[in-house]
């Protein structure tokens, strides 16, 4: 059986006991958080939260780009939430490569102009996060009072410490 077929067959089994169709879009808890698409990163399971409470934006880096904060901000302006969480984490594969090396060697993989790419590198788990805190507070489309922080979770503890 191929992945997809276990994937499919899967939801078969979901789908026949499912009862949440009376959720709603806004999350329950009014939180959005922002993290890293690392595959050792469940988010709902160390945060505490169930499915409805919050949105996950999810992306390589946990890194508010252009489309992180559009997400953001239809989160915030259309469904209502109030604290953002921008979460980050040991042994990211984010560290490990600057984006003009990764330009240049999909250049030469596919002969393809890759000079405008932006894949966010980054070499400062810390201070990235506080990057990525300071683009929320600086968007002038998110209200003062939201409360945003920034955490790193450690994948080898499973704790997160707050730097932001």
Known sequence: MSLYEE??????????????SSLTAPPARKLAVVVC???RLTVEEFLG????????????GGVVTEDALRSLIISHKL??????????HTDCGMLTFKDEDLRRRLAEETGADASELEFHAF??????VRAQVQKIKDSPFIADDVVVRGLIYDVKTGRLREVA
């Open 123 to 128: 070499d400062d788990l810390e201070a990235n």
């Open 49 to 60: 939260l169930r499915t409805g409470d919050a949105h996950i934006i999810r992306n390589a």
């Open 7 to 20: 994937l499919m067959k899967a939801n078969e089994h979901y789908a026949a006991s499912f009862d949440r």
């Open 37 to 39: 698409m690392d595959a």
């Open 79 to 88: 469904l209502g939430t109030r604290e953002f969480l921008v979460i980050n």
